[in-house]
């Protein structure tokens, strides 16, 4: 693995999960099909500790998050973690372990921060993952993924505005309920 000199703490912090994570794709026992479930709960473990989805969930809202009642507000916290996980395992499972991670670029300003790698492929193909980071608390949390220039918290919030501006916040809801069940469905028949 390729770093940069002097590394600070936001991209020594997305090192060690990133290495976690790779540490439970490589890891043999866990590669049997009848282990996905114990697989994707240590990846869950790894990435997720250093995820902000409250964060998250009101980036991706927008607006729209200030007319929410706290219940409301954790309700969609924890939908949307839900779906960003099972968004996110997917596709660092696709790299099955075997990229290597360069760690290009980072970047602290007031508080904020981004570090920028590139996933290269066994075959010579490449993806540049921005992890974007915020501190709070003392700790440095992501806030946004941008994958290939494509943010996962802007997307979700154009598409989460498009369904409350056109039918209402309950049917957004609805709908993201709806998601999940039919994809653990899916992941209990395969």
């Known amino acids: 693995m390729l770093a940069v000199a002097s590394a600070g703490e936001p991209l020594e912090r997305i090192r060690q999960t990133i290495q976690d994570v790779l540490a439970v794709l490589r890891d043999e026992a866990l590669r049997a099909p009848e282990r996905t479930q114990e697989r ?5 473990q790894a990435v997720f500790q ?10 991706a809202l927008g607006v729209h998050w200030r007319k929410l009642t706290p219940a409301q507000q954790r309700e969609f916290v924890a939908l949307f973690s839900d779906l960003l996980e099972r968004s ?3 596709k660092i499972e696709s790299y099955g372990g075997e990229a290597e991670i360069r ?6 300003d007031n508080g904020y921060a981004s570090v920028r ?3 290269v492929t ?19 949390e992501v806030y946004d993924v941008v994958i290939e220039g494509v943010s996962l918290v802007n ?22 309920k709806l998601k999940l069940e039919q994809e653990k ?3 209990t028949s395969s």
């Open 117 to 119: 790698t590139e996933i």
């Open 155 to 176: 997307n979700y919030r154009v598409q989460f505005n498009k369904v409350i501006s056109q039918e209402s916040y309950d049917a957004l809801v609805k709908k993201l």
């Open 50 to 59: 250093r995820f902000g989805f409250e964060e998250m969930a009101r980036r």
């Open 88 to 90: 996110y395992i997917g």
């Open 40 to 44: 994707r709960a240590k990846i869950r």
């Open 103 to 108: 760690y290009v670029k980072e970047t602290i």
């Open 122 to 140: 066994q075959r010579d193909l490449s993806a540049e993952v921005e992890y974007r980071l915020l501190r709070r608390g003392g700790e440095w």
């Open 185 to 187: 469905a899916a992941e």
